[in-house]
């Protein structure tokens, strides 16, 4: 068994009002590379953002009275601050120089996931809007366009609780689902799984970063190809929600 990991390269710096699905093929086949049912393309969140014109200019922002104490306690940016605050339902912890939030989406992460790399500078970006919507948009123009079923997955760099290091996590999702329940199943000494549950999605991401890395790659595309179980997860209809535990059930906050 294996899964092959293919990035492509030719990918130019987007821009507002780009078509993201022309962009893929296009360079997909400058690659020599044709899509192929079953393929699963993770798609940076950096691209999504910039084709939606999802960014603020830092120098537009007006920050508020608790963005200016915020800054004070964390060392951060005050008109940062304010677009985290707008892009968040809570503060969950702060500290010196972080700020873990529950965005919009109901994601937990640093500073709402606001990002200011690989963008021009004095600008902010925020996370997609609605990235299942996103996602599902795509991977409906790549179908069109190659007759073939495909999956789509935006991904985004995070940390994790507890551990050191970012990872790739997917934050909207069309094609797959997202969990997959494997209770039920039985294990190699024949004991039935009882509350098994793999966040497949995010073990995909995770593998596409590997590819597209975090500084200047410049591989914000990754086409997952030979993923043995595509097939059996196979959902139109799914998003990345299933994967956000509720709040009464976490026992982190």
């Known amino acids: 068994m294996e899964i092959n990991l293919i990035g492509l390269t030719h990918i130019p710096l987007v821009t507002e009002g780009d078509v993201l699905s022309d962009l893929i093929l296009k360079s997909a086949d400058l690659e020599d590379i044709t899509l192929a049912n079953g393929d699963i393309l993770v798609v940076a969140e950096t691209l999504i953002s910039k084709a939606e014109g999802n960014f603020v200019d830092l120098k537009s922002v ?57 963008i021009d500078s004095g600008k902010a970006k925020p996370m997609p809007v609605n990235p299942d919507k996103s996602a599902n ?40 689902n997202s969990l997959w329940n494997r209770q039920g199943e039985m294990d190699l000494y024949g004991r039935e799984l009882q509350i098994t549950q793999i966040a497949v999605v995010d073990e995909l991401a995770a593998a596409a970063s590997l590819i597209m890395g975090q500084a200047d ?37």
């Open 62 to 118: 007006n920050p508020s009275i608790d963005a200016i104490n915020i800054a004070n306690k964390t060392g951060k940016d005050p008109k940062l601050v304010e677009i985290i605050l707008q892009e968040s339902n809570e503060i969950v912890r702060m500290g010196s120089d972080f700020i873990v939030t529950e965005t919009h989406h109901g994601f937990i992460c640093a500073n709402a996931g606001i990002d200011e790399s690989n």
């Open 137 to 176: 948009q795509l991977r409906n123009k790549l179908e069109e366009s190659t007759g073939k079923e495909l999956a789509v997955i935006i991904s985004d760099t995070q940390g994790r609780p507890f551990r050191e290091g970012a990872v790739g996590v997917a934050i909207g999702v069309s094609g797959i």
């Open 217 to 253: 790659e410049g591989i914000p595309v990754v086409i997952i190809r030979g993923y043995s179980s595509f097939n059996k997860l196979r959902n139109t209809f799914n998003g990345v929600k299933s994967l956000i535990r509720p709040k009464k059930f976490d026992a982190f906050r």
